[in-house]
């Protein structure tokens, strides 16, 4: 078998980072939280381990795909 390419995008939700936190209120981000179905804000290891997974070979059958990695935000 040749060289196996596949092409995927993320899309994630609001991730607790420092620049997602610059000139948000506490009130913002607490509302924020409230808009998926997990209560809280992604961290950065949400985000890695599907980018993890998808340049696994275990994705190696998924191409062409915009994965929501956003807790279910509405």
Do not use: H, Y
Not at 24 to 33: L, R, T, V
């Amino acid at each position: 078998m040749g060289i196996l390419l596949t092409i995927n995008a993320i899309a994630p939700g609001p991730v607790n980072t420092e620049l997602f936190n610059v000139g948000k209120s506490e009130q913002q981000i607490e509302g924020m939280k409230k808009m998926n179905a997990f209560g809280r804000l992604g961290e950065m290891d949400d985000i890695a381990n599907v980018v993890s997974f998808l340049a696994s070979e275990q994705a190696q059958w998924v191409t062409g795909q915009t994965i929501r990695v956003n807790g279910g935000f509405i």
